[in-house]
């Protein structure tokens, strides 16, 4: 535990003295196959007591580090794992948010084309009316009566077309802040959702990762002498 060293690669150790050195005596008990044995028992009980990885995890993503990926590449996953998160949350929750404003921006077409309508009804009323009464200040120049009924019933029609169109115009007023209502409440859905995934990307912990004397793998164990 007091001399714990980087890792090393037994492929590049020599297996002979080099230079003209010689290796030094070893104590009677470095040669002796059960101490060998024993030690090397002990040293694998000391990593199944004391041994611990902390891997980085987020738990949310469901995302895992390896002991060798970096900080900034675990959070680089996890921020790409989160976008796309975050993109089929957007499309979800827009799906039903679009459906909506094309069903107001339906309604506004309509109301729009009928709006059209009265005004060209209006239009003609008003033509009718003026005309209507025209005749009347004709004939009464001319001697000759016209009915104060048909003129009623004309300005009538016409105070009935210009209700039409006030009626069309306030509900595609109404229509228009709907759909500006709308705009907002999807732009403010997906900030929410932006903000979200964001806060789970960076949701990450640190878990332990215990061994279990099963998994624990000696590559070699023996003696060595270094220069």
């Keep these: 535990e007091d001399f714990v060293v980087e890792a090393m690669d037994p492929r590049t150790w020599e297996t002979s003295p ?17 101490m060998i044995t024993r030690l090397q ?4 009980d000391w990593v199944f007591q004391t041994g611990e990885l902390r891997l980085r995890a987020n738990l949310t993503l469901k995302k895992f580090a390896a002991p060798d990926v970096s ?9 790409t794992e989160a976008q796309k998160q975050r993109d ?3 499309e979800k929750t827009g799906a039903t948010l679009r459906r909506k404003k094309e ?3 339906q309604k506004l077409a309509k109301e729009e084309s ?3 309508a009265d005004q060209r009804e209006l ?3 008003t033509t009718e009316e003026v005309g209507a009464g025209l005749q009347t200040v004709l004939g009464l120049f001319g001697g000759r009566k016209r009915s104060v009924n048909t003129n009623l019933t ?6 009935n077309a210009k209700a039409d169109v006030e009626e069309s115009e306030k509900m595609i007023a109404l229509l228009k802040k709907q759909i500006a209502d709308m705009d907002l409440e999807i732009s403010q859905a997906n900030a929410e959702i932006t903000q979200k995934w964001e806060d789970i990307a960076a949701d990450i912990t640190e878990l332990p990762l215990l061994p279990t004397k099963t998994n624990i793998f000696l590559e070699i164990f023996g003696v060595a002498w270094k220069p």
Aim: charge should be neutral; proline fraction near 4%; glycine fraction near 8%.
């Design 18 to 34: 080099s230079g003209g050195a010689n290796f030094g005596s070893l104590p009677g008990s470095m040669t002796d196959p059960k």
């Design 71 to 79: 900080e900034a590449d675990f959070i680089r996953e996890c921020l």
């Design 123 to 125: 239009t003609a009323r």
């Design 88 to 90: 089929k949350d957007v």
């Design 154 to 159: 004309k300005r009538r029609m016409t105070a």
């Design 41 to 44: 028992k002990d040293y694998e």
């Design 103 to 105: 069903a107001l921006q």
């Design 114 to 116: 009928e709006l059209a």
